[in-house]
């Protein structure tokens, strides 16, 4: 791909039917997207994941792999990655278990345009809220790592609503050494106010109790 493209949106296509690729492609490339289409799940998965907005247009009936165990595989491996179904038919169980599994919408073919185009507009959008997301999640981690022991249990201590001397007590440290960790503290998390500390600090609480949810025992 070209560099000047490195930022564009990413429209996937799996799917086993050549013309179907094609024709795809070129309809992504008409909205201003653009496209990478592949003929089976395996070839799709060699793909290393996409660091920009992105979505799959995914056929439900591959040679190798059936879309509907091709999207479980994505929501393990490459979670946010919102998926279009297109296929020739869907019975209602079926589109049900996709929907359920968090696809974005289950069109048929022969396919209209429009539908499909809002589908990948809205999953596209999905998309980049996932990945901005993402990216201040990692900023935040990142932050954090640069603070000592110490620094952090002074921003626990504070962000709990303890006053700088009752840190100390807890801590055995003078009032003014707490003072003076909270301001490095303040500076290396790059705020200005409390209240986005604390906020701050409830943010990483939440990533380290949704990671050890994920965590096997």
Sequence with gaps: MDAMCD??????VVDDDPDVRESLEVLVASAGWRAETYASAAEFLERPRAPVP???VLDLFLPDINGLDLQARVAADRNGLPIIFVAEYGDVPTVVRAMKAGAVDFLTKPYHEAPLLDAISSAIERSRVTLAREANARSLRERYATLTPRQREVMAGVTAGLLNKQVG????ISEITVK??????????RVRS???LVEMASHLDRMAQSADAMSPE
């Design 7 to 12: 930022d564009m949106p990413l429209v996937f």
């Design 54 to 56: 992105s979505c799959l």
């Design 169 to 172: 007590a807890q801590l055995g």
């Design 180 to 189: 003076a960790h909270r301001g490095r503290v303040m500076r290396k998390m």
């Design 194 to 196: 409390l209240a986005v």
